[in-house]
């Protein structure tokens, strides 16, 4: 065997996991969302920064504040979703590597006083730990419905209202409902993607 995970793994992270566009009733617990994020925290950064930030919306109002930035696409599936989280990236994350890279702590200035440089930074590692979330959603046994069809301006001013935070993803969870998968998408092959120097 070529990979450490057991095909079953192999099969729930990745082969037969898909983008949930339906959901059952089964509510998702704060429980169920803290293990998530107590894996995946784990995932690796530049500089150690944690940029993500996670708000979960649960409430009928808070739902209404969110769906009304929805693609209209998007709108339905977020309305019916058993819970939403908007993942988001702190753009002043720098402010934090202090403690998250003792052996380094000049990083913040060093590398991250310039807000231009914080927000590249901010929004790729902050993307990369977006995609550790979903997996994390997968392994926990429920499904992921990311999506980027939004008014990503209106639901930065909506839920974060401090030019400090910019939405990445808004990923709808729980078990998945009928009829929830579009039919698999061709991905490229190994040799179209892989070249060796």
Do not use: C
Not at 42 to 71: D, K, W
Not at 72 to 88: D, H, R
Not at 158 to 170: I, K, N, P, R, T
Not at 174 to 195: I, N
């Amino acid at each position: 065997m070529t990979l450490a995970l057991d095909a079953a793994a192999q099969d729930l992270l990745f082969r037969e996991a898909r983008t949930a566009n339906t959901f059952s009733d089964e509510p998702v617990s704060d429980e169920q969302v803290q293990a998530i994020y107590d894996l995946v925290k784990y995932g690796p950064t530049a500089f150690n920064q944690q940029p993500l930030r996670i708000v979960l919306v649960r409430s009928e109002e808070g739902r209404a504040r969110l769906v009304q930035h929805m693609a209209e696409g998007n709108q339905a599936k977020t309305s019916a979703a058993p819970l939403v989280a908007i993942l988001a990236a702190d753009n002043e994350f720098h402010e934090e590597l202090p403690s998250q890279l003792p052996h380094f702590p000049q990083a913040k200035d060093m590398f991250f006083s310039e807000r231009p440089v914080r927000e590249a930074s901010a929004t790729l590692n902050g993307a990369l730990q977006a995609a550790y979330f979903i997996i994390g959603v997968r392994a926990a046994g429920l499904a992921a419905g990311p999506m980027t069809g939004y008014n990503a301006e209106g639901i930065n001013k909506e839920f974060f209202g401090d030019g400090e935070h910019s939405v990445l993803a808004v990923v709808n969870i729980g078990k998945p409902g009928e009829d929830a998968w579009f039919p698999r998408s061709p991905r490229l092959a190994y040799d179209e993607v892989v070249t060796t120097v």
